[in-house]
Every structure is written in C-alpha cells, then in structure tokens.
C-alpha cells in the first residue's frame, strides 16, 4: 500500500516513521538549514533502499554544481538508479532529473523536476530543484512561472508554503516585479525568519533598486534568525558587502570578507564564487584586497581542470587574476574550451560564456583592456545563459566600465555609466565611474 508524506506526495516506501524523516531532512534543505545531507545519511544508515531518500541526496548533490561532490553524487545516484524499478513514477522522475544533471543536460533535468512539480504541485522538492536548475540555467523568468504553476495547490496550512512564497519572491525580482516580490519575500520571512531564501529575495530587490543602507540593516536585523546553521548565509552576507560597497565602505565590504565569507572555509564552490566575485568588484575599486586571494585561489586551483560549470570557471580566473597566476589562467582558458566541446548545457555555457568571460577577465588582467571589451562587452545581453542572478552577473558590467574608462574610450565609458545610473542613480560607486568618464571627454574648442 502506498505511502505519503507531510504534503501527501506518494512514496513507494514502506516505513512511514523514515517518511517522516526524510520530510524533516528536506525542510533542512527548502530552508537551507544545517544539515540535510546528515540527516539523510542517517535514515540511510537504517533504510539502505529508501529510493526516494537516495533521489533527494541525489538531487542536492547535483544541484552544489562541484565536482567536489561528484563521486558521492554518483554513489546516490547509482543507489537510486538500482531502487528505481520498485519506485513509483514521482520518484522515477526524481531520479532521471538528476542522472540528466549528471551528464551535463541541464535543461532535461528541469523539465523533468518541473514536471514533476506539475504532476505533483505539492512536491517542494522537485519545484525547488527545478527552480534552482532555473537559476544556474539563467532562466529568470522560469524562476517566478514555475513557482506560479503550483500556487493554486498551496495555502496557509500547507507545510512549507513559505517556503513556496520565497521561491516565487526570488522569481519575482529576477523578473524585475519588486515590489510584489519584497511582499512576498517578507510575507515568507515573517512565517519563518530562518528562510534563508525568502531573506535573500528580500535582499535581491534592494540590491537591485539602490537601497544600500537599508539592505545592510535589514540584513544586520534579520542575523539571528538566518544565519545560524545557514547553508545560504555566505551568500547573504556577500550580498551585505555589495550593500556596503554600494554605500561606499569598502572597510566594512572588506570586513564582511574577513570574518564571514572566509568563514564558509571555501569548502563549495558556490563559496568561492562570492569570494572571487567580491574581491573582484573590490579590486575594480582600487582597494587593495592584498594577500585575500591567495586562499581564494589556491582552492580555485583544485579545481582548475574540472570545467564543471562556466560560471564557476568565470570565476575561478578572478582569482588567477587576482594572484597574477599566468600559469593558471591558461590552464582555466583551456579547461573551459574542453568544455565548450561537448554536448548539452553546461557546454553550451563554457562556449557562449565560459571560454570569452574567461579570455576577458584574463585580457584586464594583463591590462589589455581592448581586448578584455571585445571579449566582454557581447556578453553584456546574454550572460544569462550561463546562470546566477542579474546581481552575480553586474560583475561583468563593472568590469567593462572599468575597462572603458582605463582605456580612455569615453563614448563606451558614457554609454555604460548611463546604463548604470539608469537604474542605480544615487550609488556613490556609479557616481565616481560618472566623474572619471566625463574627465575622458576633450575639452570643448575655444
Ligand atoms: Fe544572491
């Protein structure tokens, strides 16, 4: 006889005690909680052929988007795969999703989670790994119209609706709604303040519209409820040094670096992706991030050849940037056209985006900032491909700007600092690039 759990999705397990477990491990991972991979690992230890828990494990690892992970990935994977004839079709699909993944077809993998989502709108997991497979696939839109699809099947008394609600939050901002978006994120966080993504959503939409000060506050007034035993909170308190950036204090931007992102210890590379990604935009100010990159970069190393994911890679060559790492650089560049061979999305990425972000970051690096333009500016209108959030991706455009006033080219300098004020307008950090660009004009004739 079938089984279900909490949200009364079927389970083709037979031991609703381990049922209830697994629902506990996954409310760890929709809140982005400490520690759901331990707390699978446990109902494991006692049900070795819980498919679905197998799929679940699966599904996280896969969705870290590191190597890292990979050969546990494949372990739960090959677990899953074994249990899959006796599971039932919502688990199936679970299982295909992430062996897609596996094989770098992204876009196969969400359809599957999304489908699976549609079949059974009350699966938070597969609505949740679909709307993160949407984020690394840069599917802005997909991330609020996913979530839309189920919402008709959610209330109040739903367990995890807030956690519904700060995933739609995120889709919302992506998709440029900010004001339903702040609702809803903070709809969400007042149901549950450690909804590290609720909270991030809420942060997003103040990134986006300017507001600084009030982003770091929030932030600041929200700590306890979502940083202890948060999965996310690196990444939130990366985006409380963009606020404090953006409000022209580098000092507390610098600080947040030292005590809290290095904290993380780099262990993902979804870690080191903020920590390039700050000392880059630091860097681009003139801050000197000193010797903070080497610990940044020595753990990119590791995973130079892996070529995992373009915008892990994008990233990874700030660092060898950043330690004026030549070596490493070319070694980056060459692992990413390895990439850009295959087949599937995570190639598609390293060839539109991977390989040109690489060669552009590299070309500023040597100071060739012609050619860093040449390689970066065409990414300007499609760096979405290769994932992350609008905000994630505004390092391309800080850096063209850079670019355009180191080499002295005012129209493009004008163009991007007209970009940038248009929606950023009081930020002290587009107001100076505004004052070195219009320095770039000839003087008018007498
Ligand atoms: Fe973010």
Known sequence: MSKFDQRGNPVSYGHQAAIDALDQAMDRLHAYQADPLAAVDQILVEHPDFAMAHAFRAGMLATATDKAFESELIRSLQAALALAPKANDRERMHIFATRAWLAGDWDQAVELWGRASIAWPRDLLALQLAHVGDFFLGHSHMLRDRVARVLPHWNAGVPGHGFVQGMYAFGLEESGDYEQAEARGRAAVAVNRQDGWAVHAVAHVMEM????????????????????????????????????????????????????????????????????????????????????????????????????????????????????????????????????????????????????????????????????????????????RFGGSHAQRDVISWTLTEAAIRLGDSALAEAFVAERLSWKPRSPVNLDWAVRAARLKPAPAP
């Open 209 to 384: 519209q300017g507001r600084a000060a009030e982003g770091a506050t929030y932030l600041a007034e929200g700590v306890d409820g979502w940083a202890p035993n948060s999965l996310l909170a690196y990444h939130l308190w990366w985006h409380k040094a963009l606020f404090h950036l953006d409000a022209d204090d580098a000092p507390a931007a610098l600080q947040m670096f030292d005590e809290k992102i290095v904290a993380s210890g780099f262990v993902q590379a979804l870690e080191l992706v903020d920590g390039s990604s700050l000392l880059w935009r630091l860097s681009l100010l003139g801050h000197d991030a000193g010797d903070r990159w080497d610990s940044v970069s020595e753990k990119w190393q590791t995973r130079v050849d892996d070529a995992y994911y373009a915008f892990n890679d994008v990233h990874a060559m700030m660092a060898f940037v950043g330690t004026g790492n030549g070596a490493a650089q070319q070694r980056q560049i060459a692992s990413a056209k390895r990439a850009a061979a295959g087949t599937g999305a995570v190639a598609m990425m390293s060839r539109e985006i991977g390989v040109p972000g690489c060669e552009g970051f590299a070309a500023f690096g040597r100071g060739d900032y012609a050619q860093a333009i040449d390689w970066l500016l065409p990414l300007r209108g499609k760096a979405n």
